[in-house]
């Protein structure tokens, strides 16, 4: 190596005028979308054409499933994720040490929450349950698992349901101050309280709506539920006495997320045209007997959203300040957005089809 590099060095000195002059090349980038075609690895880009430092990143888990769909994490750090196909609740250590609370036949775990006791609970689509696991079991599956909200018994357990009104699917779950359950469901948009202390879990209808799926929740200070939906994209308030009232009205169709910063700015994400559903349904599978294939679709679903072309009015992020007055934070037409989280230094939004 040493002799070709002399070599080469040689060349030039004798022969200089086979080597042609290359100038400084100068060019500009200023706009975000300029730089999000790079890979901004520990460098965060700004809306408005900014770089600066972001935050370090480090692998901490590579799971078997295909998706990811929620995390929740507990007072010692360690973190529970739903996932689908296969659909498993797995909880990881911040050293990335990851074991299988529980895992299911059924095509995802859409939701987890650590509970006010410590227990972790999972709720399936499209089976519409949701099961409770101790914090020092493993291993779980349908069969050994605690169920404590299951829609095939709701006409049995539900102190208001009505003929005909079992939900299919579960899209989110929440505590109150008190550690009472609270379960957005869908296909009829309904919300249900579910008493988790007593021996055997009583499940009661706390809200219901002429939308077609409640698609998010989030409790505020106060006591009050705040309430996303899927069909005309509604925002609801819903006090101690059930009672539900419209508070926005977003331009959207659908409701993805909810958060609310310190000082009580509430915000909204939203996607999808109110007139149609551009987004494709959620296909769900499930052997039935001998060899035939059930495949259920779900109206107006956001699942699944792999391709931009889906969605060519992407999502919108609104603030509502706490007198209630709207103003739109932040639009993009290539992102869907899954998840709000309201930090000191600004808002994080998750997007889902992009990562």
Known sequence: MPRVVTASLLALIIYPHVVSAQGTRIWVQSRYEEFEKGQPETTAISSRGYLEAGPALKSVLLTPSTYIWDVASDSQG?????????????????????????STKELTVQAVRVGPDGSVYAATVPGGKVYRIKPDQSGLDESSATVVFDFATMSQNATSAKPGDQARYIWDLAFDAQGALYVATGGPAAIYRVDVSSATPHAEIFFQSDEQHIRCLLFQPNGDLIAGSDGGGLVYRIGKDRKGLVIFDTPKREVTALAQSADGRLYVAAVGEKTKSTLPPLPVQGIAVATATITIVTPGSVQASSSNGLIPDGSEVDELSPQGAPRKLWATREDVIYALHSTPQGLLAATGNRG
């Open 78 to 102: 360690n973190a529970y994720v739903a996932t689908g196909s296969p659909a498993t609740v797995l909880k990881v250590t911040s050293a990335g040490v990851s074991t299988k609370l529980f």
